[in-house]
């Protein structure tokens, strides 16, 4: 599950998910949304994220900061990822304006109110993304 919460400026968004792996699932699900809405993304390629980081928290801030990444510097929608050893393989495919619409432009994900907690239910999130 992800949502959308109130923010002056930039988008925040809230993410929850049952373990560490389906946080990330969610977190592609987010970014996609973002950044094309509705529009269908295939997954025709994979992109290795390395899961660096001194903690969980950690960790999942850097994967979904690479997500950013991936998008602003090489057009690359995600589509899905699993897990598999130390790293996060992210299938997806290149952005193209005929298939694809163009909902925001990230430039970032902040450190700004960054929450990474474990609830009775699971792993929640709040990011917020620069636009």
Do not use: W
């Amino acid at each position: 599950m992800h949502r959308l919460l109130a923010h002056t400026a930039d988008v925040r968004a809230e993410i929850a998910a049952p373990d560490f792996g389906s946080l990330c699932r969610e977190a592609v699900a987010l970014v996609r949304e973002l950044l094309v809405g509705t529009s269908p993304v295939v997954s025709k390629e994979i992109r290795v994220v390395p899961l660096e980081g001194e903690d969980e928290a950690e960790r999942f801030f850097r994967f979904v900061r690479e997500l950013v990444y991936l998008a602003d510097a090489d057009g690359f929608l995600p589509a899905d990822c699993a897990s598999r050893n130390g790293a996060v393989e992210v299938s997806g495919e290149s952005f193209d304006p005929s298939r694809h619409g163009s909902e925001r432009q990230l430039k970032a994900v902040t450190r700004h109110q960054y929450l990474y907690r474990r609830a009775q239910d699971g792993l929640r999130a709040e990011l917020i993304f620069d636009l």
